[in-house]
């Protein structure tokens, strides 16, 4: 079709004429409202775009003299980040005399090491870069979070009507007498058989 007569088309129906395929040989066009195409395609690059959401590297940096407890807040910390699906990197700082002692660092890497094994790969083993011993992991697949289930409302326990909660009868032992006399601030049963 001529480019006058598409241009003519495209008006009598109130919508645009666009270009799709220039390179084409003939040029590909469509006629159709332009405001609504570039709409559709911006929400289709978002989703897009949404559904790629890149993985980025997260750190954490522990010291070879690092408290228990430390240990244990930063690993929950990168445990969280594998779950979210982002790849982490340990590694430990050494500084000044602390270089002589790199078995510490190397303890501790591969302890986080372990209890990450459930969500998470290490990438490399533990390696030394300068003052800086490393350890990169990767998440596993499917570990990250479990989506929260809906929980079902519970029935509440039979009352009677007159809203005291209900009571169970005490079992049939022979110490029900005495705990009860205990209780009320009577003397003890050890005091009573002496008595």
């Given at each position: 079709?001529?480019?006058?007569?598409?241009?003519?088309?495209?008006?009598?129906?109130?919508?645009?004429?666009?270009?799709?395929?220039?390179?084409?040989?003939?040029?590909?066009?469509?006629?159709?409202?332009?405001?609504?195409?570039?709409?559709?395609?911006?929400?289709?690059?978002?989703?897009?775009?949404?559904?790629?959401?890149?993985?980025?590297?997260?750190?954490?940096?522990?010291?070879?003299?690092?408290?228990?407890?430390?240990?244990?807040?930063?690993?929950?910390?990168?445990?969280?980040?594998?779950?979210e699906g982002h790849k982490v990197r340990a590694?430990?700082?050494?500084?000044?005399?602390?270089?002589?002692?790199?078995?510490?660092?190397?303890?501790?890497?591969?302890?986080?090491?372990?209890?990450?094994?459930?969500?998470?790969?290490?990438?490399?083993?533990?390696?030394?870069?300068?003052?800086?011993?490393?350890?990169?992991?990767?998440?596993?697949?499917?570990?990250?979070?479990?989506?929260?289930?809906?929980?079902?409302?519970?029935?509440?326990?039979?009352?009677?009507?007159?809203?005291?909660?209900?009571?169970?009868?005490?079992?049939?032992?022979?110490?029900?007498?005495?705990?009860?006399?205990?209780?009320?601030?009577?003397?003890?049963?050890?005091?009573?058989?002496?008595?």
């Amino acid at each position: 079709m001529a480019t006058r007569d598409a241009l003519r088309l495209a008006e009598d129906q109130g919508l645009d004429l666009v270009e799709i395929s220039p390179d084409a040989r003939p040029p590909v066009c469509r006629i159709l409202d332009y405001g609504k195409f570039r709409y559709s395609e911006s929400k289709n690059a978002r989703k897009a775009k949404k559904r790629q959401q890149g993985t980025q590297l997260k750190e954490m940096r522990y010291r070879p003299k690092i408290d228990e407890h430390d240990i244990r807040f930063k690993t929950e910390r990168l445990r969280s980040f594998l779950e979210e699906g982002h790849k982490v990197r340990a590694y430990v700082e050494f500084r000044g005399r602390e270089m002589t002692h790199t078995e510490f660092g190397y303890r501790i890497l591969e302890r986080i090491k372990e209890q990450l094994a459930d969500v998470g790969q290490p990438e490399t083993s533990v390696r030394m870069e300068g003052r800086h011993m490393s350890l990169i992991i990767n998440p596993k697949r499917g570990s990250g979070k479990p989506k929260p289930e809906e929980k079902k409302p519970e029935r509440a326990a039979a009352q009677p009507p007159d809203g005291e909660p209900k009571q169970t009868p005490p079992e049939d032992t022979d110490d029900n007498t005495e705990v009860a006399s205990t209780r009320a601030g009577d003397s003890s049963p050890a005091d009573r058989a002496s008595s």
